[in-house]
């Protein structure tokens, strides 16, 4: 496994020091740029980034014009961006949210929060990679199916069906991604019972991986399955997915809130929602959830 590379970007150099030091040790590359311009020429440089940790406040290009710059070139669209930042009111959150700062720190932090959200990110941008890497593996038979029921157990089968599933979808590309986080939400919230406060929880202490694998071998969990539907018709494809869980409150997850975007977990629903599908909706108590991707990206009412 490679070394993970990270640019950090900060008009103040005793940060980048900070920040160099929080992560000396733990098996990181890191590179420092003390300005937009300066950060840009690293990026286009020899070496390939990981993440970029990047401050909003600078002179001349400031993080939020550096941020729209990286996320309007497709070599850099996919890499995960923490912004860091002493501006931290709701709207300013929500306009780095919207321009691709996924990941988000406000100033001062603690070096525990910073090293969680990166290995978050970190994370995120593998399974993103894996996910394409499996799409690849599959023919494209799938667009010939008209009604199929799956049934899955764990994380590792909702991946591989996620892959499966996109295949037989317009856009497929960007279709794995949402059904993927929507399989992966019915096994580890529905399924297995973590909340998102737990999951949080885990994320900080590094121990989701090792908690789902626990929760999966418990008994009371061996029978529960994930059901899984799709339906093609002329206008598109239809996905649903039900899990046995107890639901949840779905409607505040809909949507990128600010409130949220310093948590390592609490993303997917709403990437989902707006990077993979035409319509998103949830049913009952939240257990049960159907995405439509239509041929010409519009959804028929």
């Known amino acids: 496994m490679s070394t993970p590379r990270l640019l950090v970007v900060d008009d103040e150099p005793v940060n980048i020091e900070i920040i160099s030091e929080y992560f000396d040790g ?17 990026l286009n440089g020899a070496h390939r980034y990981d ?53 988000y720190l406000v100033k001062p932090y603690e070096r525990e929060s910073l090293l969680t959200i990166v290995r978050g990110a970190l994370a995120d941008s593998t399974m993103r990679r894996q ?58 919230h529905g399924n297995l019972g973590i909340s998102y406060e737990e999951k949080a929880a885990l ?26 539907a799709l339906t093609r018709t002329e206008s598109g494809v239809s996905i649903c997915i039900a899990d046995e869980g107890r639901g949840f409150d779905w409607q505040k997850y809909l949507d990128f809130d600010p ?18 599908f035409d319509a998103l909706s949830y049913e009952g108590c939240g257990n049960t959830v159907i995405a439509k991707i239509a041929n010409n990206g519009q959804v028929s009412q």
């Open 51 to 103: 993440l970029l940790i990047l401050d909003r406040m600078m002179p001349v290009l400031d993080g939020m014009a550096l941020l729209r710059r990286v996320k309007a070139d497709e070599r850099f669209a996919d890499m995960p961006v923490i912004m860091q930042t002493a501006a931290g009111e709701p709207e300013q959150v929500r306009q780095g949210l919207a321009a691709g700062a996924h990941y």
């Open 26 to 42: 733990l098996g990181y590359t890191l590179d420092g740029a003390s300005q937009g311009e300066e950060a840009w020429a690293f």
């Open 259 to 276: 409130q949220r975007a310093f948590d390592p977990n609490g993303r997917g629903i709403a990437l989902a929602r707006t990077a993979s």
């Open 131 to 188: 996910l394409q890497r499996r799409l690849a593996e599959h023919n494209t038979a799938m667009k010939l199916l008209c009604n199929a029921e799956f049934r899955v157990r764990t994380i590792e089968e909702a991946s591989t069906l996620a892959a499966l599933l996109a295949q037989g979808c317009p856009r497929p590309e960007s279709a794995v991604l949402g059904i993927s986080e929507l399989l992966v939400n019915a096994v580890e």
């Open 203 to 228: 994320k900080r202490e590094d121990r989701w991986h090792e908690e789902v694998l626990r929760r999966q071998a418990l008994p009371e969990n061996d029978a529960k399955r994930v059901r899984v």
